[in-house]
C-alpha cells in the first residue's frame, strides 16, 4: 500500500542505529557517499540533506536521488553515469584529499594483523597524517574499542577530527595535537597495541612502558632502512619489548591472458617393443588416403590454446619497512 511504501521510505532515509557506519546497506542522511565518476574519478559528498545538490562530471544530481539508494547501485545522469560506494576504509584512501603520504590496503591489513587487532581493544596511533590508517583502525576495534591517535601538526589535527566526526567516527577515534617526539604518549592509556609513523620513532619508545599493558603489541612503519634500525635499537635498550620482526610487505601483479602454445614434434611414438616397429604384413597395410601417422601429425602441429600468467613489466617493489614486537610488562 502507499502508507507502508511511505513509511519504507522514511525508514531509509535515516541511518539504521544498529547498522556499522562502515556497513550500511542505503543511503540515508548524513551519510558521507563516494561518487564514482568516468575515468576512475571519485567525488566526496555529504548527504545532508533532501533538498540538497551535487555537481559531478556527469551533470547534476539532486540528494533526493540518493536517499533509499542502494550502496552499489548505479546512478543514470545526463551524461553518463555515477556508482554510489559507501565509506569503507580502503575506497576513502583513494577518495580523501591526501595532507600526508598514506598507508595503502597490502599494508594496513598485514599491520593490523601483526597488532593482533580486534573489536575491544584500545590502539595508540602517533602521526596521523591524512587518517586513512585511522579509519581503518575504527572499523578494527569497534564497536567497543577505541583509537587515539596524534599529529604534531595542529592544523592537520584538527582536520583530522573533523573528518572522523563527518563519518560518524567520533565514539571509536579522536584525534589531538601532540608532539609525541618530544612530550610522549599520556601515561595510563594501558593501550593494547601503538602504531607509529613518524620520522623518528625511536623518540617515543622511553614513554612507552607507561601507557601500555603487558602483552600489548608495537608496530612502526619506515620508509628507510635506517630508521627501522634506529627504532630496533632503541626497543633493545629499553629492555621491555621482545619477539622483534622486521618485515617488508611486497605486491606482485600478474594478468591472465590466453596464449597459442605451438606443439613439439617428437618424432614417431616409441615404446621400445621389437614387435611393434617391425613391418606391417602387406595384408595389414591401409587403403591409399592419409594414414594414421599423418593425421596424427597434423595434429600435432596445430598451436595448443592455454590460460597464461604474465607478471607485470612495471610493479613496486617497496612500500616501507615494518617493525613489530611485543611489550612483556613495566619493570618492577
Request: a positive charge.
Amino acid at each position: 500500500s502507499k502508507k507502508s511504501q511511505k513509511m519504507s521510505q522514511q525508514q531509509q532515509q535515516q541511518p539504521n542505529a544498529e547498522e556499522s557506519v562502515f556497513n550500511r546497506r542505503f543511503v540515508a542522511i548524513g551519510d558521507v557517499v563516494l561518487l564514482k565518476q568516468r575515468h576512475g574519478n571519485t567525488k566526496t559528498v555529504r548527504v545532508t540533506s533532501a533538498d540538497g545538490t551535487v555537481q559531478t562530471v556527469g551533470g547534476l544530481l539532486k540528494f533526493s536521488d540518493l536517499i533509499g539508494r542502494r550502496y552499489g547501485s548505479r546512478l543514470v545522469t545526463k551524461r553518463g553515469f555515477v556508482r554510489l560506494l559507501p565509506l569503507v576504509p580502503e575506497l576513502w584512501a583513494r577518495a580523501l584529499p591526501h595532507r600526508t603520504q598514506i598507508l595503502y590496503p597490502p599494508d594496513t591489513c598485514l599491520i593490523v594483523a601483526q597488532l593482533d587487532l580486534r573489536p575491544g581493544r584500545i590502539v595508540l596511533e602517533a602521526g596521523t597524517g591524512s587518517a586513512a590508517f585511522t579509519h581503518c583502525l575504527a572499523r578494527t576495534v569497534m564497536p567497543t574499542g577505541r583509537v587515539l591517535t596524534f599529529d604534531f601538526h595542529a592544523e592537520r589535527a584538527a582536520t583530522a577530527q573533523r573528518e572522523l566526526t563527518e563519518h560518524s567516527l567520533q565514539r571509536w577515534a579522536v584525534c589531538e595535537h601532540r608532539d609525541v617526539c618530544q612530550l610522549g604518549f599520556p601515561a595510563g592509556s594501558n593501550a593494547d597495541a601503538v602504531f607509529l609513523d613518524l620520522p623518528q620513532p625511536w623518540l617515543t619508545v622511553p614513554s612507552l612502558p607507561a601507557c601500555l599493558r603487558p602483552g600489548a603489541r608495537f608496530g612502526s612503519f619506515s620508509p628507510c632502512v635506517q630508521q627501522a634500525e634506529r627504532t630496533a635499537a632503541a626497543l633493545r635498550e629499553c629492555r621491555r619489548f621482545t619477539d622483534l620482526i622486521g618485515m617488508e610487505c611486497h605486491q606482485r601483479r600478474y594478468s591472465l591472458q590466453p596464449r597459442s602454445l605451438p606443439s613439439a614434434d617428437l618424432g614417431p611414438e616409441d615404446d621400445g617393443n621389437d614387435a611393434a616397429s617391425a613391418p606391417a604384413p602387406e595384408d595389414d597395410k591401409e587403403a591409399p588416403g592419409k594414414s594414421t601417422a599423418s593425421v596424427s601429425k597434423e595434429a600435432s602441429s596445430l598451436p595448443l590454446r592455454v590460460a597464461a600468467t604474465e607478471p607485470a613489466y612495471e610493479q613496486p617493489c617497496h612500500s616501507g619497512f615494518l617493525l613489530f614486537a611485543t611489550f612483556y610488562g613495566p619493570a618492577e
